[in-house]
């Protein structure tokens, strides 16, 4: 089965904050990234539930994607103190800043915004959340699956001082 992103929602925390100055930076867009999600067609290639598989796979189509526009792409983590990883983490051309994506299908939204928070002390110039908007349509059994409208509450309620962007997003299977 196949299944493809039909819509692509984004909040910026804290809001005033110009995300596609600092995606500039990274030689990509908001608009980009909804258009790289939208075309790529994600593959459930066994029987593991697939928001397994649908991590691992935006993973990689990330990585690919700044990895081809010539972007670093670093293992590194949050904090020399801490070992937390982020999924992805892309490396500033102009300087040591860093951008961390977080996909989160689990229940650690609240886990990967306090990650932000100690990477901003560090090397974070921008955190990138991604969830699915409504977690049905990925796996209806998962029922603890953050959504778009529930990590939105969060950054509203919190105001991290970090700059985070929050991408949600729908598909359907065909």
């Not at 051309?93 to 860093?98: A, E, G, L, M, Y």
């Not at 990138?128 to 950054?155: Q, S, W, Y």
């Amino acid at each position: 089965m196949n299944f493809r992103v039909t819509g692509v929602e984004t909040y910026v925390s804290p809001d005033n904050l110009n995300v596609d100055s600092i995606l500039a930076r990274y030689e990509t867009s908001c608009s980009e990234i909804e258009n790289v999600l939208k075309s790529h067609t994600f593959h459930q290639y066994t029987n593991q539930a697939f928001e397994i598989a649908l991590h691992e796979q935006l993973g990689e189509l990330f990585t690919s994607f700044f990895w081809e526009k010539g972007i670093t792409i670093y293992s590194g983590g949050y904090s020399p103190r801490i070992n937390f990883m982020p999924d992805v983490a892309i490396g500033s051309p102009i300087d040591d800043k860093r951008i961390y994506i977080e996909i989160e299908f689990g229940h650690n939204e609240f886990e990967d915004i306090v990650k932000f928070q100690i990477g901003y002390k560090n090397h974070l110039e921008l955190g990138v959340l991604m969830v699915a908007k409504n977690g049905e349509v990925i796996n209806r059994r998962h029922t603890m699956m953050p959504n778009f409208k529930k990590c939105r509450d969060i950054l509203v309620a919190l105001e991290p001082d970090c700059p985070i962007l929050l991408i949600g997003f729908d598909g359907k299977w065909d």
